[in-house]
């Protein structure tokens, strides 16, 4: 139970272009999605966190104009990067609290973004 | 189906104590595994890693040890200190980073004075 599907696994998009990042809770609902950006082999960095039906929260240095966050539903968190460049490119992953454990975390799959 | 598990949601362990977090997983394709930390209100950071070519990883009071014929990897902490409470993640890498990490569901480490 507690799955976070995200879509799409891996993209490649042109500078310049938009790319849609969706996460959604299948089977428990999410008030509260969290992104990361993951840098090669270690350290995740927290972009921002989205709440439903209100405005998402972001990290210092983290530009909300870039990385659009939209938390459209209990069940929806998207996240946009417009105007992509190349130093875009990374791995982006979405996390909700799990829903009866406690303090445990559902992570989506991530998402390899490429821009070329 | 959950590639990386976590099954103790918490574990409550007395100061100076050892601390053991265990993970398992499923997907033979893993080779690098790490574990990450998580204090409320702030993102996971790396702890410690392992390779799969190793069975033993220690740094300080951190040491994970790797079983592959298990599929097991444990976390221990000795000795267990107050500022070690947190939320422990379990996550492995396959394919040299390229597909990014998946990971556990976390485990929350609660250290009793």
């Known amino acids: 139970g507690a799955v976070v599907s995200q879509h799409p696994s891996r993209v490649i998009c042109k500078s310049g272009t938009s790319v849609k990042i969706e996460c959604r809770s299948l089977?428990?609902?999410?008030?509260?999605m969290f992104w990361y950006r993951q840098f090669p082999k270690k350290s995740l960095m927290l972009m921002a966190t989205?709440?439903?039906?209100?405005?998402?929260?972001?990290e210092q240095g983290v530009e909300k104009d870039k990385f659009l966050i939209n938390h459209a539903s209990l069940t929806l968190s998207t996240l946009t990067v417009t105007s992509a460049h190349p130093e875009d490119s990374s791995f982006y992953i979405c996390s909700a609290p799990t829903p009866f454990r406690g303090d445990g975390y559902t992570f989506g799959s991530g998402t390899r973004l490429t821009v070329v | 189906d959950q590639q990386v598990k976590q099954n103790s949601p918490s574990l409550s362990v007395q100061e100076g104590r050892i601390s053991i977090l265990n993970c398992d997983y499923t997907n033979s394709m893993f080779d690098y595994f790490l574990w990450y930390k998580k204090y409320p209100a702030e993102g996971p950071t790396f702890l410690i890693s392992i390779s799969s070519i190793k069975d033993k990883n220690e740094d300080g009071r951190f040491t994970v040890f790797l079983n592959k014929s298990a599929k097991h990897l444990s976390l221990h902490i000795v000795p267990s200190q107050p500022g070690d409470s947190a939320v422990y993640f379990c996550a492995a890498d396959s394919g040299g980073g390229a597909d990014g990490l998946t990971f556990g569901k976390g485990t929350h480490l609660i250290i009793q004075p």
């Open positions: 989205s709440n439903e039906g209100s405005k998402a929260t972001y």
């Open positions: 089977d428990f609902q999410a008030t509260t």
